[in-house]
């Protein structure tokens, strides 16, 4: 089968290699028909992310049919259409009985690994990296769902791919980051970052109810986008996001801060961010934080910072003292994608929001490699970009 | 015209503007810290102010090429950077004969340095493209069936999680309020 394999940084190639086979009977092989480039696979294309291996295959935004099912699976059938979270998650330990499906205690088959540089596991993932269990990922014409009869998302027939591909990752991903906010109607929500997570951020807010959403970013397709969506927005390049953010709440500071950026944060536009990637490039850091400082320091007192952006190592210059003093609230994690996917799915059943709206470039995945560079580079208007093998 | 099924490939010319920029920080540190150890073996005592300047201008580029995902105006600087060098070493000499071989050397030295850099510089302009800056109209994709503020609330009903509530202690009096 063809997929989209890693090959070193800023080097994908669409590949020909070896169909996957059932390994576990909880197992299922689904033929995927839609997948999507994520803004989180960058960070494996820069190569920031250690663990990742030559021919690795990526992607773990995909839907499709099931082809095949392992014996002991009872909830799929050969045929079922599905989108599969791009958590792996056993649905017995601890924490999947808890809902915390993104630190499954199961899935991570590097599970040795994944103890000795986090403390602790975490779940497995699709598509990125060997620290999450080194699976294949959905950028293919097949793929291997482990603990399949868990996870996967039956999906009806008459709603298109594009309308529910996105249940996945970055809709929930952006649902749990204002969640975790516990939004009260009086809430501004600022949101660093307008793609494809910040976007639906921005949506959820709206949805959620809060006040005010100001979205934060530079590129000007991304702020039309978000202020389609109901948001006021901040051009960083143009602006000061503290003194916008400030008189847009009345000098107090908005009351929730969402990081929709993560580890890559545009390298050049503050004195920090120059300062993090000097330090990255003679490998003395390994992230940029420069939005969680200044959600920091822009937060109102007793405010909640809510972190869905990617983050990959160790960070510098964390002015903890500030968020320690102001009492804030600090949200992480990866996204527990199956607490929110029945409702997300009502949703837009329902037609309340229709997710295709993020949606730039369609393509094969042939033009996977050169599409991954067209979305690093924001070029061509490129906010989100979906693959039919 | 460039053969482009010939070039490197972008990862590949990303790696050797690395090594040279790992290469531009230890020339820059040895010409800014220690000039008189090298002024004196390729002869051109006297010269040290202009050496640090140099070494300054190396660790500039090479801080440059490290964090740059673009390496390509940064390796034709280091090009740059050579032929003033070259320049330098040529005409600096502090007539020292005994040094006169060393000189030469470091020229060899140099000019073997500037065929790589002129390399990597066409391998890297050879993998970017021209940055476009176009707008587009995306301001129509609201994602919503009705205008956003129409939409706001509409999921009042959704069920925040106990374990992802507000901590009790931290939430407003009264119900809130900015």
Not at chain 1, 124 to 137: D, I, S
Not at chain 1, 217 to 234: F, K, S
Not at chain 1, 352 to 365: E, G, K
Not at chain 2, 21 to 33: C, D, N, P, V
Request: hydrophobic share 40%; aromatic share 6%.
């Amino acid at each position: 089968m063809k997929a989209l394999c890693w090959h070193g940084k800023q080097d994908i190639r669409c590949d020909e290699v070896p169909d996957p086979k059932i390994e576990h009977p909880r197992d299922a092989i689904v033929k995927v028909t839609s997948c999507a480039i994520c803004g989180s696979d960058l960070h494996l294309y820069d190569g920031f992310m250690p663990g990742m291996e030559s021919g690795d295959i990526m992607g773990h935004e995909f839907m499709g049919e099931v082809v095949e099912v392992g014996s002991e699976n009872k909830k799929l059938k050969v045929g079922d259409r599905v989108v599969v979270p791009f958590t792996i998650c056993c649905g017995e330990c601890d924490q999947c009985r808890r809902g915390y499906f993104s630190v499954c205690e199961r899935s991570n088959r590097n599970k040795s690994v994944g103890d000795k540089v986090f403390g602790h596991t975490t779940a497995g993932l699709f598509g990125y990296t060997h620290l999450t269990g080194g699976y294949a990922g959905g950028q293919a014409e097949y793929v291997r769902v482990p603990y399949a009869d868990v996870a996967p998302v039956k999906v009806p027939s008459n709603l298109t791919d594009e309308q529910v591909l996105f249940l996945g990752d970055i809709f929930p991903t952006g649902w749990q980051a204002v969640v975790q906010c516990d939004i009260e109607p009086t809430d501004t929500v600022a949101i660093w970052g307008c793609g494809p997570v910040g976007q639906f951020c921005i949506r959820s807010a709206v949805m959620l109810g809060a006040r005010q959403v100001i979205a934060i970013d530079r590129v000007p397709e991304r702020l039309a986008m978000a202020r389609a969506g109901g948001a006021t927005t901040i051009d960083f390049e143009t602006e000061s996001v503290v003194e916008r953010l400030n008189d847009l709440t009345g000098g107090k500071g908005p009351e929730k801060c969402i990081d929709a950026v993560g580890l890559e944060a545009h390298a050049t536009a503050t004195l920090d961010s120059m300062y993090d990637r000097a330090k990255q490039a003679v490998m003395l850091e390994t992230d940029r934080p420069h939005v969680l400082r200044e959600m920091m320091y822009v937060c109102r007192p007793a405010g909640v910072l809510s972190v869905p952006g990617v983050y990959g190592g160790v960070l510098d210059k964390i002015p903890f003292g500030m968020a320690m003093n102001k009492s804030l609230t600090i949200r992480t994690g990866q996204t527990h994608v199956n607490r929110w996917t029945d409702d997300l799915l009502k949703r837009i059943e329902e037609g309340q929001i229709d997710p295709t709206f993020v949606i730039t470039h369609r393509a094969s995945l042939a033009d996977g490699p050169e599409l991954y560079k067209t979305f690093r580079d924001k070029h061509d208007g490129c906010v989100k970009v979906v693959l039919q093998p | 015209m460039l053969d482009r099924t010939r070039m490197p490939s972008a990862s590949t010319a990303h790696a050797l503007a690395r090594g040279l920029g790992w290469f531009s920080l230890a020339l820059g540190a040895a010409e800014l810290f220690a000039p008189r150890a090298l002024t004196r073996r390729i002869g051109l005592r006297g010269q040290e102010g202009l050496v640090q300047a140099c070494g300054a201008r190396e660790i500039t580029t090479g801080i440059g090429l490290l964090t740059t995902s673009q390496p390509a105006p940064w390796l034709w600087g280091r090009v740059a950077g050579d032929v003033l060098d070259l320049a330098t070493l040529a005409a600096g000499s502090d007539g020292s004969s005994r040094r006169r071989g060393a000189r030469g050397l470091a020229m060899a030295a140099v000019l073997g340095v500037t065929a790589l850099d002129v390399a990597a510089a066409l391998a890297a302009s050879g993998t970017e493209r021209p940055r476009r800056r176009l707008t587009y109209g995306y301001d129509r994709r609201r994602g919503f069936r009705d205008l956003p503020d129409r939409m706001r609330g509409i999921a009042r009903d959704a069920v925040v999680p106990k374990d992802m509530r507000f901590p009790e202690k931290l939430r407003p009096w009264g119900g809130g309020g900015s």
